[in-house]
């Protein structure tokens, strides 16, 4: 069940839909560059589409998740101001090629992904590691705890699902900082889906284990896919919680720059992703949850996920773009 928390006022829900368009024109920029063996090339395609398509919104949209820093990236930077200025203050989390590397080898999961809230709505984070633990709905309310050993998770999740612990399978991004996570894991005699990238899908595949066959997310990725995913679950429904990795005193002060008083604190999903949520992903390549996009004889075809927490609505979007049109141009 998708929860409401922080402000209630809701965002204009045809909003929703838009931003099914803005996540279609980045994943078909960078689906042309499936296979081409040049992540930079990819994502720099996905970004312009995005944003060319972002600045036709009717929204006075601030950036808070973005391509990175301001001295880092010329686009869609973090305070980077998109959309006509026409409609209401949001703040805006995207990342118009999640797993540069995936698309650049033409592997499972790459998605192109944007979710929106109302202005001060999602957790302001520099782009650092965050530690996250995440599982799909269904669960009673705070089962997972990220400060709990894996082994005690994974034994709450199988008594809670019915199984055994040998019947899960924990979904971790194949690092070598996750060494003794795995090893912890494997003990408990719980399989692993190790991932190469992508932990916002990572985290998605958990709110549908029947399909992906992913029980529970756990470990170290990026903080930007964390808020990411946590704006996804809490439109679809699940538990996550994240710790913002800030482990140097520079880290810890350009936290606190942006907000960050407790550079300790464990986020709940509802603190990373408040109020009302909207939340649209695109496939790129082909993936557990979507198909990637298709150059057919008729057309350009997407698949998207769209989705908003103040109705719980999730939509599944097949849309086929045909005939004359933008996304017509090579990149
Ligand atoms: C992830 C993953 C991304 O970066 O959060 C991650 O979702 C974490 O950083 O697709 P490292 O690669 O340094 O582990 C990506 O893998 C790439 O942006």
Redesign the pocket.
């Known amino acids: 069940m998708a929860t409401t928390t922080g402000s209630e006022k809701q965002l204009d829900r045809i909003l929703t839909l838009e931003l099914a368009r803005v996540s279609e024109a980045a994943a078909v920029a960078a689906a042309r560059l499936r296979g081409h063996g040049d992540e930079k090339m990819a994502d720099q395609a996905a970004v312009d589409a995005m944003r060319t398509e972002l600045n036709r919104l009717p929204i006075d949209g601030r950036i808070v998740i973005g391509e990175g820093e301001r001295d880092e990236a010329p686009m869609l930077y973090i305070g980077e101001e998109v959309g006509n200025k026409k409609g209401s203050a949001v703040d805006i989390a995207l990342d118009p090629l999640?797993?540069?590397?995936i698309c650049a080898k033409n592997q499972p999961n790459s998605l192109a992904v944007i979710a929106m809230a109302e202005r001060g709505n999602l957790l302001y984070a520099p782009d650092v590691?965050m530690d996250k633990i995440a599982i799909g709905p269904g669960y009673s309310a705070g089962l997972i705890d990220i400060d709990a050993p894996a082994e005690e998770n994974l034994k709450r999740v199988a008594k809670e699902k019915g199984v055994k612990v040998s019947d899960l399978t924990a979904c971790i991004?194949d690092?070598p900082r996750h060494a003794r996570l795995i090893e912890e894991v494997r003990a408990t005699g719980a399989a692993i889906r190790l991932i190469g990238?992508?932990?916002?899908a990572g985290v998605i595949h958990t709110t549908d284990p029947d399909q992906t066959g992913i029980d529970i997310y756990i470990g170290i990725?990026?903080a930007p896919?964390g808020v990411l995913a946590a704006a996804a679950l809490r439109c679809i429904g699940g538990q996550m919680q994240g710790r913002l990795i800030l482990d140097t005193p520079e880290k810890i002060e350009r936290a606190a720059k942006m907000g960050v008083s407790d550079p300790k604190k464990a986020y709940t999903m509802e603190e990373m992703a408040k109020g009302d949520v909207i939340f649209a992903a695109t496939g790129v390549t082909d993936g557990n949850m979507l198909s990637g996009v298709r150059f057919g004889r008729n057309g350009i075809t997407t698949h998207t996920l769209v989705m908003r927490s103040s109705s719980g609505t999730i939509r599944e979007i097949r849309a086929t773009h045909q005939g004359e049109h933008k996304f017509d141009k090579p990149a």
């Open positions: 999640e797993g540069t590397t590691y991004m690092r990238d992508g932990d916002v990725g990026g896919e």
